[in-house]
């Protein structure tokens, strides 16, 4: 498939796609609690829809509409096989839950997560009590619980999601458990996730991120959990704003604990007139110039940054470059070559991607398969001499199926 994007005057009002990265920690806590939860303002999303399967798979009872999603929650695996798909919290949140049933499991995937290191699932599952082999580091992963408290040591240098995964199935052994926490980059997402375990009932002691201490013997309750807007497909939104118009995104909280809500401090910065009200951000197109920005914590953010970068006066400076390499793609790789076909030039020093702004050109680019990729490709060609070619952007429903819908919603044309 391939998508032609003109370029346009963006102008109007959307409302934020739900978090996924909410959604699949909700749906998790949701499976281990005790009755029946609620989540309200659910994301359908690709990555959602496949830990939806996967709590099915392991016991959970499931009604669904557009509205909420009800999960009886019951673990009580009926096969011996999970399918993570390509999402990567998936398989690494679910194996320490996983671990928590006595018979062998298998979490396994498909397309880019085949290439997804989870290597280091294997030792902290180990030292607490689970039989833990993958494919030289990569899946399948086969595991054997039953999971028990105890010590162990968990490197974050890749991802925190196995950390999620830990904090999440610990309070349910019996022992207590102490995670030494070695070079946590993604420290926001940890704070949703003791946030939201903290909403299903379970308590989490955090010391400076280097030593979280779980009491065993913790019980889920069940409840009524509101799903927020999502600042990752947000961003995208507001930077199309930015460089063609104006937009009000609503739906996002401004107090939200998500680690892309810094896209804020990067439009301002930038020179982008950024309006916050009680229930959604506006923003206003102004001139543009370079920014410096460094999004280790938010790593996400590089694509819809490369976006605005492009279109700024001077060299934007974007750090934290080592946090892409185990992506959809290689997605820093990626960005300097796809830019560089709309006649962007990009060029990688150690952890810094620096950004010349420029023109824009008509051509055609590749999503690689990568969600947001497409997304930043898309946002960058509103602005563009001519008419932008995008193949595969399908992929944005991994994450954002209502994307292209909405950019057309604020005047996006796109046809195909």
């Known amino acids: 498939m391939k998508k032609f994007i003109k370029p346009s005057q963006i102008r109007g009002s959307i409302k934020a796609p739900a978090s996924k990265s909410l959604m699949q920690r909700a ?9 029946v939860s609620v989540l309200h303002n659910p994301s359908y999303c690709n990555d959602s829809l496949l830990s939806i399967k996967i709590i099915q798979s392991l016991g959970a009872k499931i009604t669904k509409n557009e509205e909420k999603l009800i999960i009886k929650g019951g673990f009580n695996p009926k096969g011996n096989i999970l399918n993570c798909g390509e999402s990567g919290l998936c398989v690494r949140m679910f194996s320490p839950i996983a671990s928590l049933y006595n018979l062998p499991l298998t979490l396994t995937g498909t397309g880019t997560l085949v290439k997804r290191p989870v290597s280091m699932i294997e030792k902290p599952l180990s030292d607490l009590g689970v039989e833990c082999k993958t494919y ?9 619980g039953p999971l028990k408290g105890g010590s162990t040591k968990v490197n ?19 022992n207590n458990s102490e995670l030494l926490v070695h070079e946590l980059k993604s420290k926001p997402y940890i704070d949703m996730t003791i946030s939201l375990l903290k909403d299903f009932g379970i308590e989490i002691e955090n010391s400076d991120y280097k030593q979280f ?8 309750k069940s409840c009524e959990y509101e799903i927020e807007g999502d600042w990752s497909g947000a961003a995208f939104m507001l930077v199309a704003g930015a460089i063609r118009g104006s937009i009000q995104v609503k739906g996002i909280k ?33 001139e543009l110039k370079g920014f410096l920005f460094d999004a280790t914590d938010c790593p996400d953010l590089f694509p819809p940054l490369v976006a605005l970068a492009a279109h700024c006066n001077g060299i934007s400076i974007i750090k934290g470059v080592n946090r892409l390499k185990f992506k959809e793609s290689k997605r820093a790789e990626v960005l300097k070559n796809e830019f560089s076909n709309l006649g962007i030039e990009i060029n990688i020093t ?17 999503s690689n398969n990568d969600h947001r990729i497409a997304m930043a490709l898309s946002v960058a060609s509103l602005l ?25 919603k604020i005047g996006g044309i796109i046809y195909e």
């Open 384 to 408: 563009a001499k001519g008419v932008v070619g995008l193949k595969c952007p399908e992929c944005v429903a991994k994450s954002y199926p209502e994307f292209f819908n909405d950019l057309k």
């Open 350 to 366: 150690d952890d810094d991607m620096i950004i010349k702004g420029g023109t824009v050109t008509e051509g055609t680019v590749f």
């Open 156 to 174: 974050c240098s890749v991802s925190s999601q196995v950390l999620t995964g830990l904090l999440t199935a610990l309070p349910l052994v019996k």
């Open 136 to 144: 030289n580091g990569f899946i399948p992963i086969t595991i054997k």
């Open 254 to 286: 401004i107090n939200s604990k998500q680690a892309d809500k810094q896209i804020l401090k990067v439009l301002e910065r930038a020179g982008a007139k950024v309006i916050i009200k009680t229930n959604s951000i506006e923003i206003k197109k102004n």
């Open 27 to 35: 749906i998790a806590a949701s499976l281990l609690a005790n009755g």
């Open 213 to 220: 201490k779980i009491k065993g013997n913790q019980t889920y």
